[in-house]
């Protein structure tokens, strides 16, 4: 079974800084990519960033782009997200996912297989 377990999160003043770690296990391939998507209550999850294991390739949603770095400590199965300059609408849950690199169509798309249980981001203004 695919575990992963998020870490880091907190409450923060604007423009601080986090920085997020998942730990993932039980791949069945080592060739996976995870993605941090972030939830408010009542509103749409959205993805923020990912990156995929086999080349460290990385993308980021517009949101993101700028202040959050995402990056892996691959010898270790842990994915970081350095949150940098935090601002109040960054607010929300954050959640790890997963999918296998061989899902080609979830990786394009955003369309993870595997969830984290989340841990809370809270901006202060």
């Known amino acids: 079974e695919v575990l992963l377990v998020e870490s880091g999160g907190g409450l923060v003043q604007a423009g601080g800084s986090l920085r997020l770690s998942c730990v993932a296990s039980g791949f069945i391939s080592d060739d996976y990519c995870i993605a941090w998507f972030r939830q408010v209550p009542g509103k749409k999850r959205e993805g923020v960033s990912r990156i995929c294991r086999s080349d460290g390739s990385t993308k980021y949603k517009n949101a993101a782009k700028g202040r959050f770095t995402i990056s892996s400590d691959n010898a270790k199965n842990t994915v970081f997200l350095q949150m940098t300059s935090l601002e109040p609408e960054d607010t929300a849950v954050y959640y790890c996912?997963?999918?296998?690199?061989?899902?080609?169509?979830?990786?394009?798309?955003?369309?993870?297989?595997?969830w984290g249980q989340g841990t809370q981001v809270t901006v202060s203004a």
């Open positions: 996912a997963g999918v296998l690199e061989a899902n080609g169509l979830g990786v394009s798309t955003w369309q993870y297989d595997y």
